[in-house]
């Protein structure tokens, strides 16, 4: 696939040095679990297509469905350190090392701005997540709900 090419070779990861490898534990995880999710999802969909008509009397169907929201965020978390991680040691394949690439700056403006950043998303973060559960107990406004848009019309 990677090649676009049936007949392509592909080299197993003995067959580079030592020292241009990616380290393996973190890119064997990361891959596995993004995969054993990507079919999960396609599984929870399938068994929602077929309980589509019945959904208020599968609560637990609901509650795997719920807890499952933070799912794809993981996937996709996973799969961008598989990218990130797999491609190590290199930043551009075969011409140039991540070491290599690093800008001269000190560690210590590197872990400003990584703080910097934690505080500003974690706010958005909380507000958001604020704003959600508010929303959510409110309930929906009433001319969002068919049944009591059609009641003043009918009485
Ligand atoms: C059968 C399921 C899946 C397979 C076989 C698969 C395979 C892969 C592979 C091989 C890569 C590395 C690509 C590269 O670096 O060149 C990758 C990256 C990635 N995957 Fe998956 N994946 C699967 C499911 C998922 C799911 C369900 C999500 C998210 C909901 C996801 C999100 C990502 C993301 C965000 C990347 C990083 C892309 C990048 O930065 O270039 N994957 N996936």
Redesign the pocket.
Known sequence: MVRHDFNAEVRGLKDFPKDERPPVLLSFFS?RT??A???L?PLLTIIGWFKRNRLVESPGYLKIMLWSIPL?YI??E???V???V??QPWIVYGLMKTSDAASPIASSQVLISLIAFILVYSLLGAVGFYLIVKNARQGPAPEAVPEAAAEPAAA
Do not use: Q, S, Y
């Open positions: 891959f993004m995969v999710l990507g079919t999802f794809p996937a996709i996973l799969g961008w598989l990218a990130e797999g491609r």
